[in-house]
């Protein structure tokens, strides 16, 4: 139960493939979810995973109500999401809405993302959960589960046009 501090790019933690949780009932992963909550609660986050603050389990937590940071989102429902495996439904793209990320200050960009898809896992108490979903609540799934895999939002940006 603590706002633990966020690893910002450039710090190698956030580029380790992170592990499965194997046991829910493991006091450390309550005590995680806590901090993870704690951290987003007081940097005003939509989500934050695991690895930014330090800890390589697939584990990621977003949720929006109303975030000062995105003025016009839709609310996306408080989701614990730990193991998750996303499945694009369809071969749409989004590439007209700019995201950011607490580990990557001051840098926001366009990132082209699958508008739909479906995403499974298991919630904080080991409950399996599967959700379809599209637009900003899709591309906030997608951008915490690539810090499970140490990818961030940059690395998604589409090469500029070679200029003539
Ligand atoms: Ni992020």
Redesign the pocket.
């Known amino acids: 139960m603590a706002v633990r501090d966020v690893l910002t790019i450039g710090d190698s933690r956030l580029r380790q493939v992170s592990a499965p949780v194997e046991r829910f009932d493991d006091p450390a992963l309550a005590a995680l979810l806590d901090d993870l909550r704690d951290t987003m609660a007081a940097t005003d986050g939509a ?1 934050l ?1 695991a690895p ?1 603050i330090g800890v390589p389990l697939r584990v990621v937590i977003f949720g929006i109500s109303r975030n000062p940071r995105y003025p016009e989102a839709p609310p996306i429902p408080e989701t614990v999401l730990i193991n998750p495996v996303l499945t694009p439904l369809g071969d749409d793209l989004d590439d007209d809405a700019w995201e950011g ?4 200050p001051g840098w926001r960009a366009r990132v082209p993302r699958w508008r739909r898809l479906r995403y499974r896992g298991f919630d904080g108490q080991g409950q399996p959960l599967e959700r379809e979903v599209e637009g900003f609540h899709a591309r906030v799934v997608q ?2 589960c690539d ?1 499970l895999d140490g990818v ?2 940059p690395d998604r940006v589409p090469a500029g046009l070679p200029r003539g």
């Not at 990320?101 to 990557?104: E, H």
């Open positions: 989500g995973a930014q990320c607490l580990s990557v951008h915490e810090h961030l939002f």
